[in-house]
């Protein structure tokens, strides 16, 4: 961070600079992991993680197993607030055909890589996911929709 090109902080945000910059090194709020061979693969962002039960779960996790139904052209994971498990899953698909909330949950129980408690409680349908100019997917967007319970 001593250099001219380096990230120096957040203008006229003190906070934001408390959270993100620690012992001198800037946070970037990426979940990544290290293979055997040493290689980092980013997985997504610590922002997104949903705390539901008291267990983490991931959204790529969930929209990796659900996107390989057939039916699913585009899925979103989210947390929803929720009262009693504090969040919930929430999938926001693009279907790519007649394809059911029941449907997709029966595939997420016959999945052999996704926890049963992963799995999400609560499917909506839409036509698009809300992406920037880049298309990356805007999650905030979809988390601002989601009701509350």
């Known amino acids: 961070m001593s250099s001219d090109e380096a990230f120096t902080g957040y203008w006229n945000r003190p906070d934001a600079d ?3 910059i620690r012992d001198g090194w800037y946070s970037t709020g990426d979940v990544g992991r290290l293979d055997e061979d040493g290689d980092l693969w980013i997985l997504g962002r ?8 008291g267990e983490n779960i991931h959204p790529l996790e969930v929209e990796d197993a659900l996107a390989r139904h057939p039916q699913v052209a585009e ?16 999938a926001v698909v693009v279907a790519a055909g007649d394809v059911t ?3 997709l949950d ?6 052999e890589t996704l926890a049963r408690f992963k799995r999400p409680r609560e499917y909506r349908f839409v ?3 809300p992406k920037s100019p880049s298309g990356k997917i805007l ?5 601002e929709e989601a009701p509350t319970t």
């Open 46 to 53: 610590v922002d997104d993680m949903i705390i539901s039960g």
């Open 127 to 129: 036509d698009a996911l």
């Open 139 to 143: 999650r905030r967007m979809l988390r």
């Open 106 to 111: 029966e595939w997420c129980l016959v999945s």
């Open 18 to 20: 408390e959270s993100a």
């Open 75 to 90: 899925v979103a994971v989210i947390g929803a607030p929720d009262d009693r498990w504090g969040q919930r899953v929430v």
């Open 101 to 103: 909330a029941e449907a």
